[in-house]
């Protein structure tokens, strides 16, 4: 199946921990993307990187890191820095689909952290 | 800061069409509207984008009016598994930047 997996589905740390979550896509998409969602709220966006190599920072960076290292593949790590890091995290990816700018994101199944 | 407006709530009978509006009066010119929906606790769910024509796929209908500055999404005959919160989205550069969404309650 083609799409874009995020493991685990829950995931447990203890508070001052590092916690890196996977975000693996095969659909050839150029872009991948972290967004961070909260009890009752929209999502807001953490990292995101266009190409391999290259990431920028979005809204709510700090307290986390990624790389970009393949194409398939874009892990986020929740650093002890991030103050409130319980929360449900979804991955996405994006293509281009034309000169229009006509364009197809996808999301993941989410990942759900819980820092005790 | 999310450049459209939603409702935050709104109600359907199952077998009704749901019409969700969306304001969004400070489009560019180049911006897709795109819609998306959120069943609880899953990943967003893509529905349907437009750019200035009305657009129609198996799942709903996006009208958007002629100035641009809103749009409103239709599911035709709502079903339970209908019910989610709905995104209105601009595509800013290679970005989408959700908002609050509106969160559908379709029931029996």
């Known amino acids: 199946d083609g799409g874009i997996t995020q493991s685990p589905k829950y995931l447990f740390r203890k508070e001052g921990q590092n916690v890196t979550l996977s975000c693996e896509q095969n659909l050839n998409h150029d872009a991948m993307y972290w967004y961070r969602q909260d009890p009752g709220q929209g999502l807001r966006l953490i990292y995101y990187s266009q190409i391999v190599n290259d990431f920028q920072k979005g809204d709510i960076a700090e307290g986390y890191s990624v790389s970009r290292e393949k194409k398939e593949s874009f892990p986020l790590t929740v650093t002890s820095a991030q103050k409130n890091p319980t929360a449900f995290y979804l991955c996405?990816?994006?293509?281009?689909?034309?000169?229009?700018?006509?364009?197809?994101?996808?999301f993941g199944p989410g990942t759900r952290l819980t820092v005790l | 800061d999310a450049k459209t407006t939603q409702p935050p709530s709104m109600d359907c009978a199952e077998g009704r069409a749901a019409n969700l509006p969306c304001n969004h009066s400070t489009i560019s010119g180049n911006e897709y509207v795109y819609w998306y929906r959120q069943i609880h606790s899953q990943g967003p769910q893509y529905i349907i984008h437009?750019?200035?024509n009305n657009e129609t796929n198996e799942m709903a209908s996006l009208i958007i009016t002629e100035d641009r500055k809103s749009s409103t999404l239709i599911l035709p005959h709502a079903t339970l598994r209908d019910t989610a919160v709905y995104y209105c989205l601009l595509r800013f550069t290679d970005k989408l930047i959700f908002g609050t969404g509106t969160r559908l309650q379709v029931f029996p």
């Open positions: 996405a990816s994006s293509i281009v689909l034309n000169l229009q700018g006509d364009y197809e994101q996808f």
């Open positions: 437009g750019l200035k």
